[in-house]
């Protein structure tokens, strides 16, 4: 046969191999049936798939005898002489019925570099094409933050600092991430949008399709994407905030971060400012019902003592007291002298008869007396003005102790008060808490984003290895079935 004659029977066997599963490419009598089923149409097929079963098992005098058969066959296909090429080529190709087959091996690497190029070097070019030309720069600016409360250790006095709970260290963390949240809540993107209007300056037309924001977005989305473009980081041993904000120039990136900056410090400002006020309101009406309470008590004091025309009414008890004991001891003197006079004298004797009306007199007042300390009278004499009638001096005594000892517990409450105030005072400025700038917020002279070195870079590490797993998992599918 001619060259070009074996070069068609090598296509058809390659053909032939594809269309055989593996079990059936590795095994002698199959292919050799395969080889005789062939014979009657191609006869060089029916060769090369019988010589690939000879290399399968080279010890089958079958295979071989077969295999020596149809060589001595093959021979005959000889170019005729006296006939042109082109003749000899018709006649090979018409006992081979030779159709034009592209080999497997070429359709393979044909198939695999478009699906390398569609699937891997097509996505990363378009990719790389949008970083480096299409897309539009952005400007960060930055600025740094940190949430501080006034040290008041240093101008107080020791026991007061130490009830105060100066000099304990406070949760800075949780006021950095109080901060961080309000950066990143609504209420922080309604203000920016009425002082700068950003969602004008995210949606502009100048930007390329992909970073910007688009007219139609909802405001849920528009949230989301300004948390993306504003970034917050907090240091959590420190309490440093880091504040990023990117804008499509740098002047309006310097001044969003200068906004958020102010609208921040208003924002702990004014949280310290309600607290503190809200414990103060708080402990100034409890000292306003105490200080009232004390009021009252002394008021009730001295309208019971204008009622009773009494400065002390101890003091006044103590003094009829003694007045009564001493009268009972001047009457039994008197009594004593009388006796001592009648041992003597008649009873009819001017000195008896005087000393007689003199004890009379004596036991007479005594009475009177001993009625004012513990009975109740009815009647007032002109020591007794101004006392409430149908009360004894010992009533009176313990109405004016009762109304005492309510008036030295409201003093004692109101002192309490007065020493929980100040301590509220100082325990609310503790609360009050400040935001201090330690570093202003820049502005930008080069644009950030987008990174385009690293974003191709990774972009493409990551097609690769999809592309990779991909080629693994089908494979893997062909060789299973």
């Known amino acids: 046969m001619t060259q070009t004659a074996v070069s068609l029977v090598e296509r058809r066997f390659l053909k032939f191999r594809d269309s055989l599963t593996l079990k059936e490419w590795e095994s002698p009598e199959r292919l050799k049936a395969l080889a005789l089923e062939t014979e009657p149409n191609d006869v060089a097929l029916a060769r090369r798939i019988m010589q690939r079963a000879r290399n399968l098992a080279p010890e089958n005098e079958a295979i071989s005898q077969q295999l020596q058969r149809l060589n001595e066959k093959t021979q005959d296909l000889v170019p005729i002489s006296g006939r042109s090429s082109s003749e000899n080529e018709r006649e090979n190709l018409a006992l081979v ?39 539009s720069p952005r400007y960060e600016s930055r600025a740094q933050l940190i949430v501080q409360q006034p040290d008041m250790l240093a101008t107080m006095d020791t026991s007061l600092a130490l009830l105060s709970g100066f000099g304990v260290a406070s949760a800075v963390t949780s006021d950095a991430q109080l901060v961080s949240a309000y950066i990143h809540s609504e209420d922080m993107l309604a203000f920016l949008e009425s002082e700068l209007s950003l969602r004008e300056h995210y949606s502009e037309s100048g930007a390329d399709l992909f970073s910007r924001l688009h007219s139609w977005s909802s405001k849920e989305d528009f949230l989301t994407f300004y948390q993306q473009r504003v970034a917050v980081e907090v240091d959590d041993k420190s309490g440093v905030i880091v504040l990023k904000a990117q804008a499509f120039e740098p002047e309006y990136s310097a001044q969003l971060t200068r906004t958020i900056v102010g609208r921040a410090e208003w924002y702990i400002n004014s949280l310290g400012h309600q607290l503190a006020e809200s414990q103060l309101d708080f402990i100034k009406g409890e000292h306003q019902l105490v200080e009232t309470r004390l009021e009252s008590a002394k008021q009730r004091l001295l ?3 204008q009622q ?38 008649s009873a009819d004797a001017p000195q008896v008869l005087v000393m007689q009306s003199a004890v009379r007199a004596l036991e007479t007042q005594l009475d009177i007396e001993r009625e004012r300390l513990s009975l109740q009278g009815t009647e007032q004499s002109d020591s007794d003005r101004g006392r409430v009638p149908g009360q004894s ?17 409201a003093l004692q409450a109101f002192t309490a008060s007065e020493v929980s105030l100040e301590k509220s005072r100082v325990e609310a400025y503790r609360q009050l808490k400040y935001l201090m700038i330690v570093e202003s917020p820049t502005r930008p002279e080069e644009s950030q984003y987008p990174e385009a070195a690293y974003n191709i870079a990774l972009f493409s590490v990551l097609l690769l290895m999809l592309f990779g797993i991909v080629k693994i998992v089908i494979a893997t599918a062909k060789e299973l079935s």
């Open 393 to 409: 001096i010992s009533e009176v005594l313990a109405r004016y102790t009762s109304l005492k000892v309510e008036l030295e517990l």
């Open 97 to 135: 019925d030779e159709r034009p087959v592209v080999p497997a091996a070429t359709t393979r690497a044909a198939l695999f570099r478009a699906t390398w190029f569609r699937f891997l070097l097509l996505p990363i070019a378009l990719f790389a094409f949008y970083q480096l030309l299409w897309a």
């Open 303 to 305: 309208l019971f003592q």
């Open 308 to 345: 009773h025309n009494l400065l002390d009414p101890e003091a006044e008890g103590i003094a009829f007291q003694q007045i009564t004991y001493g009268l009972e001891a001047e009457l039994a003197s008197k009594r004593a002298e009388l006796a001592a006079l009648l041992s003597i004298m």
